[in-house]
C-alpha cells in the first residue's frame, strides 16, 4: 500500500507568488494535518482536516488555507508568499481525527524556498 | 518556555551504547507521540503512549504523566539510528499535536 505521498517535493518560489501543495493520505484514511517546519525546529501545526470539514487551525495567517476533497486528499495554499514561509511542509494522514487514538503518518514533505 | 522541552538538543554515543533522550511537558496531555526523522525529511511514527511503557525492537518508551515526563530509550544503538527523535503532545480534546524541537543523534561506528 502506498504511504501518504506529497507533491511537489521540492520547489522554489518567489517572493509574492502562491504556492499550492498537494497531499494524498494513506488508503481508507479520513484525517489529514498540515505542518510547517522550519530549519532546525519542530513542526507546527497549521490545519486538521477530517471529512472534508476543518477541524482545527493553528497560528498562521489567512494566507494560509487548505481544503480536503471527497477522496480525502489535500491541499495547501499559501498567498503572498514570504521570505519566513521557507520550510519544510509536511503532511499527515490518520484513520480518524483524533491524534490520541491512532497513529500517525508523515509524507515525506514538500521543501519550498522563496526567494 | 515552549510547551514541550527536550534534552538533550544534540547527543553523540559509540555504536553499542545505551541512549535516553527525554520529554517533558507543561501541560494535560491525552497522548504523547515518539517520532523520528531522517535528513530527508521524511517522519516515522515510532510510539503512541498514553500510559506506562511500549517497546519495540530495540527501543522503548515510557511515560510518567504524573511527572509530565517521557523517556525514549535505544539500546545497542546502532549508526542507522543516528536521526533526529521528536517528541509531539495531544492536549485533550484539541486536534492539533505540539512538538519539542528534536533531540539530533549520531551514533558512531
Known amino acids: 500500500d502506498a504511504g501518504v505521498t506529497q507533491s511537489p517535493t521540492h520547489l522554489i518560489k518567489t517572493r509574492g507568488q502562491q504556492v499550492t501543495l498537494r497531499c494524498s493520505p494513506i488508503s481508507g484514511h479520513k484525517s489529514v494535518s498540515w505542518y510547517q517546519q522550519v530549519l532546525g525546529q519542530g513542526p507546527q501545526f497549521i490545519f486538521q482536516y477530517y471529512e472534508k470539514e476543518e477541524r482545527g487551525r493553528g497560528n498562521f495567517p489567512d494566507r494560509f488555507s487548505a481544503r480536503q476533497f471527497p477522496n480525502y486528499s489535500s491541499e495547501l495554499n499559501v498567498n503572498a508568499l514570504l521570505l519566513g514561509d521557507s520550510a519544510l511542509y509536511l503532511c499527515?494522514?490518520?484513520?480518524?481525527?483524533?491524534?490520541?487514538?491512532?497513529?500517525?503518518?508523515f509524507g515525506e514533505g514538500s521543501w519550498l524556498t522563496v526567494v | 518556555k515552549n510547551e514541550v522541552e527536550q534534552s538533550p538538543q544534540n547527543l553523540t554515543a559509540q555504536e553499542g551504547e545505551f541512549i535516553t533522550i527525554n520529554c517533558s511537558y507543561s501541560?494535560?496531555?491525552?497522548?504523547l507521540h515518539w517520532l523520528q526523522q531522517h535528513p530527508g525529511g521524511g517522519i516515522v511514527s515510532l510510539f503512541m503512549l498514553s500510559s506506562g511503557k511500549k517497546k519495540h525492537g530495540r527501543l522503548i518508551a515510557t511515560i510518567n504523566i504524573q511527572e509530565k515526563h517521557s523517556s525514549l530509550h535505544i539500546t545497542a544503538s546502532h549508526p542507522r539510528d543516528s536521526a533526529v527523535y521528536i517528541c509531539?503532545?495531544?492536549?485533550?480534546?484539541?486536534?492539533?499535536?505540539?512538538f519539542g524541537k528534536g533531540t539530533l543523534l549520531t551514533v558512531n561506528p
Open positions: 509531539a503532545v495531544k492536549r485533550g480534546s484539541n486536534y492539533k499535536l505540539t
Open positions: 501541560v494535560g496531555i491525552s497522548a
Open positions: 499527515a494522514s490518520s484513520l480518524d481525527g483524533d491524534p490520541s487514538g491512532n497513529t500517525i503518518y
